[in-house]
């Protein structure tokens, strides 16, 4: 069953009260539930983004969590409003790729389409903000212990859109990936799993430059690149109290964003 | 009866610690009230577009919620510290206009100036934080049950500060009106409301651009200027999934800012 | 005996979903806890703003509140986690003189190393995270009852790291200092406590430009420099309306950051 906390996600920012607005429509629901932020500096519009955080965050929450996530550039079209329970809890949100990483991890239970106008905040939703109008009274309602199956039809699980990413592969000398993100520390965080580096010795390679992989930031002197494993489970290049991004960009005139290449090589196969 | 939800609305920005700073003020005076952030981010002394994000937010949250507004430029010197009841709630802050967008649309039930030290939350304020030192503590006594008419003595609703802005108004040939606010996405909201132009045929001009009007961004191809009825309530320019603020700067030149004048036509006019 | 209020600062930023997961984190431990952000904009890296930033806010919270703290370069390393009883509460974190700038207001009541896995969120925490692995956790059991001496053996109060940092003294003419923060309206915040001019005529030095000491920011026309005692207790520099850091840079190409020597001028013994 359903829980009581709710997390918000979404590209909306923090400057134009959006999200203030979403928590008071939360609270005219129930406001005994206790509502985290996930993140809001989503840049808009940018659902991969969007899909990597939600993926990041979704299991370190309570049982039965309700998460709403709102990057929805097709807003007003005919994108589906959804609602998908998994084993850790229930997302919210537009059918438009943002939960395919939470689903790639966590298979689902169940999946409906937010059609049934009884749950809404108005009977006529306006065609530019169902953060307010659907997700956040349908999401506070479930934290509330309103059952998924009553807030409008089944959907096939299989139909849920999926994000169109870089792969993550075996090649002979190791392992051929991308960044999929960049933090704030401007930390390379790649696609390939910790567990496939786990108790090797591994280098990973970005623009032909090799870092060799280590335990923590501090395995090298500061403002030297460090490869290692993330605490978000992933393969990443970092800069020892420094960017790794900022880093690249200096001293190759490398991007190093979402998208860019990048290679484990194993010692033993080359 | 006030209720016990408070919202913040500050310039505050979240980077010093002085919306945290007022949280445990509130904290000190009841730990039970749910406090949500409507913003901090009001550029600094921005009274104009504190006043709109107030504006647009109010009317979300649960009957009797209190709402305390903390852009204060003359902190300090003879300006008035106020609360007002409305049929909504209850607004906490300076008197130097910032609640005037609410009040034009919810009449004043009640007035009073915050002279009771009794509820502040130190008897000699800091002439530079009262945010900390008044409103956070008689907000959170207005939430926690306090009668208004406790805090200081009634003061007359048209001595209230009004905010001085450009005017909305009928013309020959459809509705002159101003931007009056751009969000993060890049929209740009007018002072022209929607019930003006829901259910008719109309363009906007800005800068002799014309943009027919639409239901939702996706009416328009992706990169596409669009406009439209917004969430709010107020006609908009938008971009489909892009920033129309960004797109008249780099297409026109032009700044694309709050006080740039816009013109609704209907064609039937013209 | 620990409250049932959190606080957080960190320089995780809030882009990336690293403080949605330390609340997740906490709401596992116990859902009921009153979570309060002091602020996650600390530069990266940065522990001097940590330190001033948290200094300025802890007496403001409830007896027995809990602040938890990781602006934490050092992790994985072999720095200590640490918690630190004192009379209005707990600190949670990292031993890098991040606290040092509380402890020199209130004194250690006991300290304690982090070593009891017990009250870790995962038996072998990450490298690179332990505000989600290890200060998160600890955090919500302090502020749910634990006691301090149950999370690891006690250390040394005179043991904790302290922080170098510009002095403020006596000089012949007045006191020398120098400026510890700007905040994000541009004000100078000194290390000179404000007790220290209180009653009288004062002025202060920066660049060879004098300010004199005044009550608030309007005792000045807008746009011009003032001098103050700020909310926080410190000696500052202000500009009416403006930003004094601003001010500086465009008039006299002065960067006006932390570090910038300025002196406190009396009159009299001019």
């Given at each position: 069953m359903p829980g009581?906390?709710?997390?918000?996600?979404s590209d909306f920012g923090l400057r134009d009260g959006y999200v203030g607005v979403m928590k008071g429509v939360i609270a005219q629901v129930n406001s005994d539930l206790?509502?985290?932020?996930?993140?809001?500096?989503?840049?808009?519009?940018?659902?991969?983004?969007?899909?990597?955080?939600?993926?990041?965050?979704?299991?370190?929450?309570?049982?039965?969590a309700v998460h709403i996530a709102v990057v929805d550039p097709g807003v007003g079209s005919?994108?589906?409003?959804?609602?998908?329970?998994?084993?850790?809890?229930?997302l919210v949100g537009p059918d438009n790729g943002l939960f395919s990483g939470v689903l790639n991890q966590s298979p689902v239970f169940a999946a409906v389409e937010l059609a049934n106008p009884q749950y809404w905040y108005i009977p006529q939703p306006s065609a530019?903000?169902?953060?307010?109008d659907i997700f956040a009274p349908v999401g506070a309602y479930l934290a509330s212990g309103v059952s998924l199956e009553n807030l409008g039809p089944a959907i096939a699980p299989d139909s849920l859109v999926q994000l169109p990413l870089?792969?993550?592969?075996?090649?002979?000398?190791?392992?051929?990936?991308a960044i999929q993100a960049v933090d704030r520390f401007g930390n390379l965080i790649t696609n390939i799993p910790g567990t496939l580096v786990t108790g090797k010795l591994w280098s990973i390679e970005i623009d032909r430059l090799r870092v060799v992989g280590?335990?923590?930031?501090?395995?090298?002197?500061?403002?030297?690149?460090?490869?290692?494993?993330?605490?978000?489970?992933?393969?990443?290049?970092?800069?020892?109290?420094?960017?790794?991004q900022s880093h690249?960009?200096?001293?190759?005139?490398?991007?190093?964003?979402?998208?860019n290449p990048v290679q484990v090589v194993f010692p033993s196969l080359t």
């Open positions: 009581s906390l709710l997390t918000l996600l206790v509502v985290v932020d996930l993140t809001h500096q989503i840049p808009p519009h940018d659902i991969a983004a969007a899909r990597f955080s939600l993926m990041s965050a979704y299991a370190h929450f309570p049982q039965g005919t994108r589906r409003a959804i609602a998908v329970r998994i084993a850790e809890g229930v530019t903000f169902h953060g307010r870089p792969t993550c592969k075996q090649t002979e000398t190791g392992i051929s990936g280590a335990q923590t930031y501090s395995d090298q002197a500061v403002g030297e690149l460090v490869a290692l494993i993330g605490s978000h489970g992933w393969v990443e290049v970092a800069v020892n109290s420094g960017s790794a690249l960009q200096q001293t190759r005139d490398l991007a190093g964003g979402p998208g």
